[in-house]
């Protein structure tokens, strides 16, 4: 390391810093845990949540296409494969969109994205684009609110559970099957953003893409929530 390069620990530090601005703490996810939705506010979540889910194998994928190094592209791979599933192996799309089907939508209605809500298209469709147009290491840093997810998702089981009492522990598996999933992902995005990013200018750019990430978040609730109708 050399100037003005923060070790290890200190730029972990600043990534983490960035979770108080992460989804777990908007409004809309604190009425979601604690039962306030009603279940057109809940289909609506679900739906617009969908085209999220929809695009992250794009998102991988395009960070595979940027990234020279065999190794990262080698850890990167799964993760398009735990979404899209393969043959006799369903996946995490396919329990989205049980998800879906639980508290009241038709699959088909779900994927043709008729309740896609503009706000929610511009902020994925953001994602997809710093991944496909950024360098490959700041769509990985991008990635890292992952770090602060798996706490949030364990918290949403529970609490939707309690709250909604028509939703089974079955209708959820999306978030149960994922929080082992994410935390493991979010280790190891962080392993290799801090292994790579090796100048101050590059932990700079790395903090700045979950800066962005975290707004992403924050603006697709943001229209979730000024869509929905109680
Ligand atoms: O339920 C959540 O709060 C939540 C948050 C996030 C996140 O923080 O980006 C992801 C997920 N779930 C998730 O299920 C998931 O597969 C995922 C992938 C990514 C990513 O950026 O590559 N984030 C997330």
Request: aromatic share 10%; charged share 25%.
């Given at each position: 390391m050399h100037g003005d390069t923060l070790d290890a620990d200190e730029f972990t530090a600043e990534l983490r810093g960035?979770?108080?601005?992460?989804?777990?703490?908007h409004p809309f996810h604190i009425r979601l845990h604690s039962g306030e939705l009603s279940k057109d506010e809940l289909r609506l979540w679900a739906a617009n949540r969908w085209y999220y889910q929809s695009i992250l194998p794009q998102k991988d994928a395009a960070i595979i296409a940027n990234c020279p190094d065999r190794e990262v592209r080698r850890l990167w791979v799964d993760r398009i494969v735990y979404h899209d599933g393969r043959p006799g192996d369903e996946g995490g799309a396919d329990r989205w969109l049980r998800l879906c089907e639980a508290i009241g939508l038709d699959r088909g209605e779900v994927v043709d994205l008729r309740h896609l809500l503009p706000g929610v298209r511009f902020a994925v469709d953001a994602y997809l684009n710093f991944a496909r147009n950024r360098p490959w290491l700041e769509a990985v840093a991008s990635g890292l609110t992952e770090m602060f997810s798996g706490h949030l998702m364990r918290r949403r089981v529970d609490d939707m559970l309690a709250a909604y009492p028509?939703?089974?522990?079955a209708d959820l598996e999306y978030f149960s099957n994922r929080i082992g999933a994410v935390s493991d992902e979010g280790a190891t995005a962080l392993d290799i953003v801090v292994r790579h990013s090796l100048t101050r200018e590059q932990q700079r750019a790395a903090v700045s893409a979950l800066s962005f990430k975290c707004d992403v978040l924050w603006s697709m609730l943001d229209a979730i929530a000024a869509g929905a109708r109680p």
């Amino acid at each position: 390391m050399h100037g003005d390069t923060l070790d290890a620990d200190e730029f972990t530090a600043e990534l983490r810093g960035l979770s108080n601005r992460y989804w777990g703490s908007h409004p809309f996810h604190i009425r979601l845990h604690s039962g306030e939705l009603s279940k057109d506010e809940l289909r609506l979540w679900a739906a617009n949540r969908w085209y999220y889910q929809s695009i992250l194998p794009q998102k991988d994928a395009a960070i595979i296409a940027n990234c020279p190094d065999r190794e990262v592209r080698r850890l990167w791979v799964d993760r398009i494969v735990y979404h899209d599933g393969r043959p006799g192996d369903e996946g995490g799309a396919d329990r989205w969109l049980r998800l879906c089907e639980a508290i009241g939508l038709d699959r088909g209605e779900v994927v043709d994205l008729r309740h896609l809500l503009p706000g929610v298209r511009f902020a994925v469709d953001a994602y997809l684009n710093f991944a496909r147009n950024r360098p490959w290491l700041e769509a990985v840093a991008s990635g890292l609110t992952e770090m602060f997810s798996g706490h949030l998702m364990r918290r949403r089981v529970d609490d939707m559970l309690a709250a909604y009492p028509w939703i089974r522990p079955a209708d959820l598996e999306y978030f149960s099957n994922r929080i082992g999933a994410v935390s493991d992902e979010g280790a190891t995005a962080l392993d290799i953003v801090v292994r790579h990013s090796l100048t101050r200018e590059q932990q700079r750019a790395a903090v700045s893409a979950l800066s962005f990430k975290c707004d992403v978040l924050w603006s697709m609730l943001d229209a979730i929530a000024a869509g929905a109708r109680p």
